[in-house]
C-alpha cells in the first residue's frame, strides 16, 4: 500500500474551500485508492518543486503518474528517486513510459529493467508494444514477471503508427489475456496528441463506431483506461460512461479540469446533472 504524506496532502478529514457550501452535482465520485475512475497523468517532465505543487494543489485526484517515453533515462538518479518518493508517499503510483519498456525488451535487459526501477522506487510498469513486435507468448511472460516483482502492471493495446492498427480481435484478445495475466488497467493507445489514432479521428473528435467495436468485446469496461489528452475527448468520455471512467494522458494543468467534469462542476457535465435533477 502506498504511503501518504500529510505534508504534500490534504488528509480527508481537512475540510476543503466550498465544503458544505456547494456540493458537487454529481454524486458517486470515486475517493482514493480508486479502482475506477483513475487519472493518469503524463509527465514529460517535471521539476521537484512543480511535482510537490501538483501533489499539494491535485494529488487527491491523481491516480498514476507516467514519466512519458524515456524521459527518465534522462534524470540523474538522485533526483530522479527523490522525485519517485514524493509521489509514491502521496498515495500515487509512479512509472516509466512504455516506450522505454520496449527499448528494454528489444535491447533483451528487462529482467535488469524491472531490478533498476525498483531501486529508483518505480511503483508501476507500463507494458505495451505500440512500437517493436511483441508476440502474446512473450507479452505473457513480460507481464507476469512484472507483476511477480510487486509492481502495479498497466498494459496497453494499439498502435502508434495509425498505418499499423491492429484488428479489434487481436485487440480483444490482447485484453483479455493481460487481465489474466494480472495487470491492472488496459489502455487503449491514442499517443500523447490525441488525434489521427485509435477512437480519435485527425481533428481529435470521438470515433463512436470505434468505441462501440472496442467495447463490444469487454465484459467490464472499467478494465480499460482511454488516453483523452483533449477537453472534448473527456467530455464525451465522461458523459457515455459516467464520472468514474478510467482516463489517461491528463496534462498535469489540466488534473482540476478534468475534475471539475468528472463532477458537475463544469458546464459540459453541469447541465446534463442539472436537467436530470428536474424531471
Not at 475517493?31 to 491535485?58: F, H, S, Y
Not at 507476469?144 to 487481436?170: T, Y
Not at 485484453?175 to 489514432?197: M, N, Q, T
Not at 485509435?198 to 469487454?218: C, L, M, N, P, T
Request: glycine share 8%; hydrophobic share 40%.
Amino acid at each position: 500500500m502506498l504511503g501518504r504524506d500529510n505534508k504534500l496532502t490534504r488528509k480527508v478529514e481537512i475540510m476543503k474551500a466550498w465544503e458544505n457550501i456547494i456540493n458537487s452535482p454529481i454524486k458517486g465520485r470515486t475517493q482514493k485508492p480508486r479502482i475506477n475512475g483513475i487519472t493518469m497523468v503524463i509527465d514529460k517532465g517535471l521539476g521537484l518543486q512543480e511535482t510537490k505543487d501538483l501533489i499539494l494543489l491535485a494529488g487527491d485526484y491523481i491516480d498514476i503518474i507516467k514519466l512519458a517515453f524515456g524521459t527518465s533515462a534522462f534524470y540523474e538518479e538522485k533526483l530522479l528517486k527523490e522525485k519517485n518518493r514524493l509521489i509514491n508517499k502521496a498515495g500515487i503510483y509512479v512509472m516509466p513510459g512504455g516506450t522505454f519498456l520496449e527499448v528494454a525488451v528489444w535491447k533483451n535487459v528487462y529482467e535488469k529493467y524491472l531490478r533498476r526501477a525498483k531501486e529508483l522506487e518505480f511503483t508501476a510498469i507500463e507494458v505495451s508494444d505500440g512500437t517493436i513486435e511483441i508476440d502474446l507468448e512473450k507479452r505473457k511472460k513480460i507481464i507476469k514477471k512484472a507483476v511477480s516483482m510487486g509492481f502495479r502492471v498497466i498494459s496497453e493495446v494499439g498502435k502508434k503508427d495509425p498505418n499499423e492498427k491492429i484488428s479489434i480481435s487481436l485487440m480483444h484478445k490482447e485484453i483479455l489475456s493481460d487481465l489474466e495475466c494480472g495487470v491492472f488497467k488496459v489502455i487503449v493507445e491514442a499517443r500523447e496528441v490525441g488525434r489521427g489514432i485509435g477512437i480519435y479521428d485527425e481533428e481529435g473528435k470521438i470515433k463512436e463506431e470505434e468505441i462501440d467495436k472496442i467495447i463490444s468485446g469487454i465484459k467490464d469496461v472499467n478494465c480499460l483506461i482511454w488516453e483523452a489528452p483533449h477537453k472534448n475527448q473527456q467530455k464525451y468520455l465522461i458523459l457515455r460512461f459516467g464520472p468514474n471512467v478510467n482516463l489517461g494522458n491528463i496534462l498535469p494543468e489540466e488534473v482540476l479540469a478534468l475534475e471539475a467534469l468528472r463532477q458537475g462542476l463544469r458546464g459540459d457535465t453541469l447541465k446534463k446533472a442539472y436537467l436530470e435533477n428536474k424531471k
